[in-house]
C-alpha cells in the first residue's frame, strides 16, 4: 500500500529538490517495506518513483542514504512530537499516559516507515548507525526519565526504571510490524490503549 513517510524533520535546498528527494523517500518507504532494504535495488526505488535512476543519483548516492535520511527524520519526528504531548500536562501519570500513547500511535499511523527504520538498521552504515542510535536512546531516555520522576514522588511503583522504560519503547514500536490500516483498530485507539498499557506498567490504574 502507498504511505508518505513521516514529515522531515530538516530542509534542504529548493522547493523542486525539496519535492524531488519527498517522492523519492516515499518510494523508498514502499520498495523497502514491500522488499526489504537487502532485497530493494536503486533502480527499484527510481521506478516505484516513476523517476529515472539517473534522477535519483543526483540526489542520493546510494540506497543506504535514502534509509538513512528516513530513519533519522523518523526518529526525530516521533521525538518531536513526544516532547509536544509530554509538555502538554503537568502530571507525572498524564505525561507518561501522553507518552506512549502518541508513540504507538505514531508507529501505527507511519506503520510502513516505522516498519523499515525500526527493522533495517543493520543495513546503515556504521557513522549513520551512530547517529540514529542517539536519538534512540534520547527516546528511550525520555521515558526513563518520565518513570523515574513518578518513582521518585511516589506515584509509580516500577522495580527497575530502565527496563520498563525499555519495555514501553519496544511495545510501541512493535505496533508497526503487525498494524495494518485494514485492520480492526484505528492508530487513535492503539494510541489511547498502549496509554492505558503503560500507567498499568507502573503500578498505576489506566
Not at 516515499?26 to 514491500?34: G, L
Request: charged fraction near 25%; include cysteine.
Amino acid at each position: 500500500m502507498s504511505q508518505s513517510p513521516a514529515p522531515p524533520r530538516r530542509r534542504r535546498g529548493n522547493a523542486r529538490g525539496e519535492q524531488t528527494r519527498s517522492v523519492l523517500l516515499a518510494a523508498a518507504v514502499r520498495s523497502f517495506a514491500d522488499r526489504g532494504f537487502h532485497g530493494t535495488s536503486t533502480r527499484d526505488i527510481a521506478l516505484a518513483a516513476e523517476m529515472s535512476p539517473a534522477v535519483m543519483y543526483a540526489h542520493y548516492a546510494t540506497k543506504e542514504e535514502l534509509l538513512f535520511e528516513l530513519s533519522i527524520d523518523g526518529h526525530r519526528s516521533v521525538q518531536a512530537l513526544l516532547e509536544t504531548e509530554v509538555r502538554r500536562h503537568t502530571t507525572t501519570t498524564d505525561r507518561l499516559r501522553a507518552a506512549a500513547a502518541c508513540f504507538g500511535q505514531w508507529h501505527a499511523e507511519f506503520h510502513l516507515q516505522a516498519r523499515v527504520v525500526q527493522y533495517e538498521l543493520d543495513a546503515l552504515s556504521e557513522e549513520h548507525l551512530a547517529e540514529v542510535t542517539v536519538l534512540r536512546r534520547a527516546i528511550q531516555g525520555r521515558f526513563g526519565e518520565l518513570i523515574r520522576n513518578g518513582v521518585d514522588e511516589g506515584s509509580f511503583q516500577v522495580a527497575d526504571v530502565e527496563m520498563t522504560a525499555m519495555s514501553l519503547t519496544s511495545l510501541g514500536i512493535d505496533v508497526a510490524r503487525w498494524y495494518r490500516s485494514t485492520g480492526k483498530w484505528t492508530p487513535e485507539q492503539i494510541g489511547r490503549h498502549h496509554g492505558r498499557l503503560a500507567l498499568r506498567a507502573v503500578g498505576v490504574a489506566g
